[in-house]
């Protein structure tokens, strides 16, 4: 049974924002008669975890988040005609300060740094429950300075609850913010443990999951001997493994918060009060931007009134079947061609087009068991996965070559097992190709390009032109020669426009922007 958190509605009074990156406490409430409590505490951190499970509904957390992620990167084509919104512009490199997108990841990571910082600054109790709150509330703030760090490379660092407006921060002072944080919330002893492998019940931060967060931070600064040893320890709790289901069911409901997940967000369908989201819609089959994809008969069955707006790009299918070949297990598990769909009546109508290259997602797809129709929206109750052990494992074998290159290979090859490949050397290259591969889907794959510094070649040619898929094949449309990632500007986001404006105190991090 899912486990539901029960929040107090005056919270989000108590936490709300007059701007970006301030979040004071206004006074709407006594502070010497709050934050006393076991049932104080847990109000206040379940107000973070809302935020990152919820959000502010349609343009959500989640949604905004892999939005970013995706299509920053080379995994999937924004799968719409009109290339002139923001999903596009995204995707083609043609984004500037005022991108709605960026401006509102930005936005929901400084919120949930404000709740997180309202319960840093105020429980003071030493009561389990209390110090569990401010632990949990130091790692999810470490997370969300994760994202603002290696995304907009200077953005401010918010400490406490406070009017004062923050200016830009540096990436030193933000690393070391992360790293004291989390081995701070580590430490104290007060995160909570899943029971076993098998437990299924622990939606909370856990203390493995503070520890494979270090590691990722300290492996995105090249410490990977400080990587090493507390991934080692992710792995030696025995707490957690791959998952042995079909590869691509992994996310379907039934499947959730098994022992491969190392953190989630608990989503629960409350038809009263839906929340919708665009998720269902964006990782779906679509008979709005994927017009042929109707079959009455519904043979898989599929949500597909749809966008279909995160479509796979034919270069990272090209990639699966170099390593795995066309029958690979984990390639079929995860994208399927038209070919596969025209078979089971997913055909395209003739004279139809779409933006793709004629491949569909097939990991993560979302069923129409798993979604409902709210009003217009889809709305559905399957969890946010944050974070896999197989990314641990992977991060864990990057951080441990030419340290520990017995435990490097190891870690690659119990990843390539379950994939149905057989063993490889543990090498920077293999790495890449295999986090490509595994983690797609998973949002990764734009932080790994840029922190390998390989992302000015990869993403070079992005928005310069884009694929129409029709019965006949796939055409080439436009030529913009100025589009795609350029040295110099797109190393990190552009400070929001927005941001700039209501604080003057922040200023842009490049002169290119």
Same mark, same amino acid.
């Given at each position: 049974?899912?486990?539901?958190?029960?929040?107090?509605?005056? @919270?989000?009074?108590?936490?709300?924002?007059?701007?970006?990156?301030?979040?004071?406490?206004?006074?709407?409430?006594?502070?010497?008669?709050?934050?006393?409590?076991?049932?104080?505490?847990?109000?206040?951190?379940?107000?973070?975890?809302?935020?990152?499970?919820?959000?502010?509904? #349609?343009?959500?957390?989640?949604?905004?988040?892999? @939005? %970013?992620?995706?299509?920053?990167?080379?995994? $999937?084509?924004?799968?719409?005609?009109?290339?002139?919104?923001?999903?596009?512009?995204?995707?083609?490199?043609?984004?500037?300060?005022? !991108?709605?997108?960026?401006?509102?990841?930005?936005?929901?990571?400084?919120?949930?740094?404000?709740?997180?910082?309202?319960?840093?600054?105020?429980?003071?109790?030493?009561?389990?429950?209390?110090?569990?709150? %401010?632990?949990?509330?130091?790692?999810?703030? =470490?997370?969300?300075?994760?994202? &603002?760090?290696?995304?907009?490379?200077?953005?401010?660092?918010?400490?406490?609850?406070?009017?004062?407006?923050?200016?830009?921060?540096? #990436?030193?002072?933000?690393?070391?913010?992360?790293?004291?944080?989390?081995?701070?919330?580590?430490?104290?002893?007060?995160?909570?443990?899943?029971?076993?492998?098998?437990?299924?019940?622990?939606?909370?931060?856990?203390?493995? $999951?503070?520890?494979?967060?270090?590691?990722?931070?300290?492996?995105?600064?090249?410490?990977?001997?400080?990587?090493?040893?507390?991934?080692?320890?992710? @792995?030696?709790?025995?707490?957690?493994?791959?998952?042995?289901?079909?590869?691509?069911?992994?996310?379907?409901?039934?499947?959730?918060?098994?022992?491969?997940?190392?953190?989630?967000?608990?989503?629960?369908?409350?038809?009263?009060?839906?929340?919708?989201?665009?998720?269902?819609?964006?990782?779906?089959?679509?008979?709005?931007?994927?017009?042929? %994809?109707?079959?009455?008969?519904?043979?898989?069955?599929?949500?597909?009134? *749809?966008?279909?707006?995160?479509?796979?790009?034919?270069?990272?299918?090209?990639?699966?079947?170099?390593?795995?070949?066309?029958?690979?297990?984990?390639?079929?598990?995860?994208?399927?061609?038209? +070919?596969?769909?025209?078979? =089971?009546?997913?055909?395209?109508?003739?004279?139809? *087009?779409?933006?793709?290259?004629?491949?569909? *997602?097939?990991?993560?797809?979302? &069923?129409?068991? #798993?979604?409902?129709?709210? &009003?217009?929206? #889809?709305? *559905?109750?399957?969890?946010?996965?944050?974070?896999?052990?197989?990314?641990?494992?992977?991060?864990?074998?990057?951080? !441990?070559?030419?340290?520990?290159?017995?435990?490097?290979?190891?870690?690659?090859?119990?990843?390539?097992?379950?994939?149905?490949?057989?063993?490889?050397?543990?090498?920077?290259?293999?790495?890449?190709?295999?986090?490509?591969?595994?983690?797609? /889907? +998973?949002?990764?794959?734009?932080?790994?390009?840029?922190?390998?510094?390989?992302?000015?070649?990869? &993403?070079?040619?992005?928005?310069?032109?884009?694929?129409?898929?029709?019965?006949?094949?796939?055409?080439?449309?436009?030529?913009?020669?100025?589009? /795609?990632?350029?040295?110099?500007?797109?190393? $990190?986001?552009?400070?929001?426009?927005?941001?700039?404006?209501?604080?003057?105190?922040?200023?842009?991090?490049?002169?290119?922007?």
């Amino acid at each position: 049974m899912k486990k539901i958190y029960t929040f107090l509605a005056f @919270i989000a009074v108590l936490a709300s924002c007059t701007d970006r990156l301030d979040v004071p406490h206004n006074g709407v409430l006594d502070e010497s008669n709050f934050y006393k409590s076991d049932e104080d505490a847990a109000a206040a951190i379940a107000a973070a975890y809302q935020d990152i499970a919820v959000g502010d509904g #349609q343009y959500g957390f989640e949604h905004v988040y892999k @939005i %970013v992620n995706g299509y920053l990167s080379d995994e $999937y084509w924004a799968g719409q005609q009109d290339r002139t919104n923001g999903f596009c512009i995204l995707s083609d490199y043609a984004f500037d300060a005022n !991108n709605p997108f960026i401006e509102t990841h930005y936005t929901h990571l400084y919120t949930v740094i404000g709740k997180c910082n309202l319960v840093i600054d105020n429980v003071k109790g030493d009561t389990p429950i209390q110090r569990r709150a %401010v632990a949990e509330a130091k790692t999810l703030r =470490a997370w969300m300075y994760f994202e &603002l760090t290696t995304l907009w490379g200077t953005p401010a660092l918010v400490e406490h609850v406070s009017s004062d407006k923050p200016t830009n921060s540096t #990436q030193e002072a933000l690393w070391t913010f992360i790293e004291k944080d989390l081995t701070e919330a580590i430490a104290s002893g007060a995160l909570s443990e899943k029971s076993s492998k098998g437990d299924r019940g622990n939606y909370r931060v856990t203390k493995q $999951y503070a520890q494979a967060l270090l590691g990722k931070a300290y492996l995105w600064q090249g410490k990977n001997a400080e990587a090493a040893k507390v991934l080692d320890e992710v @792995i030696e709790s025995g707490l957690y493994g791959l998952w042995g289901g079909q590869y691509g069911d992994f996310y379907d409901i039934p499947n959730e918060n098994n022992e491969e997940v190392m953190f989630a967000s608990n989503h629960i369908l409350d038809k009263n009060t839906p929340v919708p989201t665009y998720l269902p819609a964006f990782n779906g089959l679509s008979l709005y931007t994927r017009p042929g %994809v109707l079959d009455t008969s519904n043979t898989f069955g599929f949500n597909y009134w *749809t966008f279909g707006g995160f479509v796979p790009r034919g270069s990272l299918y090209d990639a699966f079947v170099a390593e795995e070949g066309v029958d690979g297990y984990r390639l079929n598990e995860s994208i399927k061609t038209y +070919d596969f769909m025209a078979d =089971a009546g997913y055909a395209l109508g003739a004279g139809a *087009t779409e933006n793709s290259e004629g491949y569909f *997602t097939w990991k993560g797809r979302y &069923l129409d068991s #798993q979604t409902e129709l709210v &009003l217009i929206f #889809q709305v *559905t109750d399957r969890d946010a996965v944050w974070m896999r052990y197989a990314e641990v494992l992977l991060m864990a074998a990057e951080a !441990n070559i030419g340290i520990d290159q017995t435990k490097a290979d190891k870690y690659l090859n119990e990843v390539r097992h379950r994939a149905g490949l057989g063993d490889k050397a543990c090498t920077l290259d293999a790495i890449k190709t295999e986090r490509r591969l595994e983690l797609f /889907g +998973d949002f990764c794959r734009y932080k790994d390009l840029q922190r390998w510094g390989d992302a000015a070649t990869v &993403l070079a040619d992005d928005g310069k032109g884009e694929p129409e898929f029709s019965l006949t094949g796939v055409e080439w449309k436009r030529d913009r020669a100025e589009f /795609g990632y350029k040295t110099g500007k797109h190393e $990190y986001l552009p400070i929001p426009y927005g941001e700039l404006l209501i604080n003057k105190e922040m200023h842009q991090n490049s002169t290119a922007w």
